[in-house]
């Protein structure tokens, strides 16, 4: 097993932790709403149209949550590894039966369940990319870009690095601008928060990279289609021929 492996499991994969991780998601989701609301805008349906996409690392759901209240008709396939992340998701989706299934993937492993092996309406993910190795993250979008459908999108939403450590600085102080107790946090943080947060830091990279590893996977229409200090939405479309 791999190091990235390990400490993601460390916390995804413990009731625990994942149990005090959902206790705390609705303040953090609070402050995600424009960004969970564009992921929905990004995406190129009618209102009543009837399609599936698939959230990878859906954790509990927050963003196929969103994607299915604007759109009445589609479902939503959860990808995620995690068990404990799915019995919370059950949970909080319980006004969703009969719309989402779970489905068990290890996103570093590189092995697709049968069901997701193409023609796939939309593919999204959020907040989990960056728990992957970049070569992972490669690897990842190629796979995609070769289950989705011709003309179909995917869309991320993520953390990313500053290339200027000024850039850094500044985001961090408008983050601690915002939330005056977070840089009290911050110093104060016991082993146990430590190891979380570079976990949770390890493998996120800047933005650059990322729109040229979609590119380089076949996308077309790379963009950064929103962006909040750190955070941003980046995606693409499989281009509707020569794929
Ligand atoms: C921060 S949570 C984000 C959950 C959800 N997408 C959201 O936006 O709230 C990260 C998710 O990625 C999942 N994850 C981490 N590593 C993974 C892997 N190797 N394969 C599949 N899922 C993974 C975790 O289980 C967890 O559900």
């Known amino acids: 097993m791999s190091d990235t492996s390990k400490s993601n499991d460390a916390v995804w994969r413990d009731a625990e932790k994942v149990?005090?991780?959902?206790?705390?998601?609705?303040?953090?989701?609070?402050?995600?709403?424009?960004?969970?609301?564009?992921?929905?805008?990004?995406?190129?349906?009618?209102?009543?149209?009837?399609?599936?996409?698939?959230?990878?690392?859906?954790?509990?759901?927050?963003?196929?949550?969103?994607?299915?209240?604007?759109f009445p008709a589609a479902s939503a396939v959860l990808a995620d590894y995690s068990s404990e992340m799915m019995s919370e998701g059950a949970r909080q989706l319980e006004g969703y039966e009969g719309r989402y299934r779970y489905v068990a993937i290890d996103l570093e492993a590189g092995r697709w369940p049968a069901e997701l092996s193409g023609g796939l309406d939309a593919v999204v993910s959020s907040l989990c990319v960056h728990h992957l190795s970049d070569g992972r993250k490669q690897g990842l979008f190629s796979e995609v870009i070769e289950r989705l459908r011709p003309g179909a999108w995917y869309l991320n939403y993520d953390p990313v690095k500053a290339e200027d450590p000024s850039v850094e600085?500044?985001?961090?102080?408008?983050?601690?601008?915002?939330?005056?107790?977070?840089?009290?946090?911050?110093?104060?943080?016991?082993?146990?928060?430590?190891?979380?947060?570079?976990?949770?830091?390890?493998?996120?990279?800047?933005?650059?990279?990322?729109?040229?590893?979609?590119?380089?996977?076949?996308?077309?229409?790379?963009d950064v289609y929103w962006k909040e200090l750190d955070h941003v939405i980046m995606g693409g479309r499989r281009p509707f021929s020569g794929q």
Do not use: C
Request: glycine residues 4%.
């Open 19 to 70: 149990a005090a991780w959902a206790a705390r998601s609705g303040e953090r989701e609070r402050a995600r709403v424009l960004a969970r609301q564009m992921m929905a805008d990004l995406l190129p349906f009618e209102p009543q149209a009837e399609f599936s996409f698939v959230d990878l690392g859906a954790g509990t759901g927050a963003a196929s949550r969103v994607i299915l209240d604007r």
């Open 169 to 222: 600085e500044a985001w961090q102080a408008a983050h601690d601008r915002r939330d005056p107790a977070a840089a009290e946090k911050r110093a104060d943080r016991s082993p146990e928060e430590q190891a979380h947060y570079e976990n949770h830091i390890r493998h996120i990279i800047p933005l650059a990279p990322q729109l040229a590893f979609l590119r380089s996977a076949g996308f077309e229409a790379v």
